[in-house]
T-cell receptor
Framework: AQSVTQLDSQVPVFEEAPVELRCNYS??????LFWYVQYPNQGLQLLLK??????LVKGINGFEAEFNKSQTSFHLRKPSVHISDTAEYFC???????????FGTGTRLLVSP | SAVISQKPSRDICQRGTSLTIQCQVD?????MFWYRQQPGQSLTLIAT?????????ESGFVIDKFPISRPNLTFSTLTVSNMSPEDSSIYLC??????????FGQGTRLTVV
């Protein structure tokens, strides 16, 4: 079975500062990795995904994430955040054969002016 | 991608009553998924709804409490039966898994009083 750990429940940051949201996963088989964002009172929106190939993946809204197999990590980064990036961010993993997504507990990004 | 319409977007219900949540997808899909997101927590898969067969429930969820219908390839309903305050959550419909990731409706915010 797979599992996902998001160590930071909340990350406060000032506008235009860089941010990194951490995600570690556990799996004995190959996986696909995802980051989702949930804005207040909305559903989840796919930010980016890692399937294979280049370990650095770019997503929407200027976000990117780097897959590190040796550290079993998939951290999300943005070089300069905006107030509008305030939201809940979820890391998720799926076994390439089992097809069921497993979500982390989420990290609330709070961007202040 | 898929566009998913979910309704109602929110509701306040009396304990002991039932609420049916509807999910409409703009394309035909084999499987639809229902998640629960309790306050401040991550997403938990309730069940997988396949057209033409009974839904498959995850551990801790039963059909009597969360009956699901899947009458065609673009529509599903989830009923939360005999509600108690512990059922207060966001309920999310989604489609897609595996390498494509999942697409979500905007969610139904349920408050049971």
């Amino acid at each position: 079975a797979q599992s996902v750990t998001q160590l930071d429940s909340q990350v406060p940051v000032f506008e235009e500062a860089p941010v990194e949201l951490r995600c570690n996963y556990s799996s004995s088989v190959s996986v696909y990795l995802f980051w989702y964002v949930q804005y207040p009172n909305q559903g989840l929106q796919l930010l980016l995904k890692y399937l294979s190939g280049s370990t650095l993946v770019k997503g929407i809204n200027g976000f990117e994430a780097e897959f590190n197999k040796s550290q079993t990590s998939f951290h999300l980064r943005k070089p300069s955040v905006h107030i509008s990036d305030t939201a809940e961010y979820f890391c998720a993993v799926v076994n390439t054969g089992f097809q069921k997504l497993v979500f982390g507990t989420g990290t609330r990004l709070l961007v202040s002016p | 991608s898929a566009v998913i319409s979910q309704k109602p977007s929110r509701d306040i219900c009396q304990r002991g009553t039932s609420l049916t949540i509807q999910c409409q997808v703009d394309s035909q899909v084999t499987m639809m998924f229902w998640y629960r997101q309790q306050p401040g927590q991550s997403l938990t898969l309730i069940a997988t709804a396949n057209q033409g067969s009974e839904a498959t429930y995850e551990s801790g969820f039963v059909i009597d409490k969360f009956p699901i219908s899947r009458p065609n390839l673009t529509f599903s309903t989830l009923t939360v039966s005999n509600m108690s305050p512990e059922d207060s959550s966001i309920y999310l419909c989604s489609v897609g898994q595996g390498a494509h990731g999942a697409f979500f409706g905007q969610g139904t915010r349920l408050t049971v009083v």
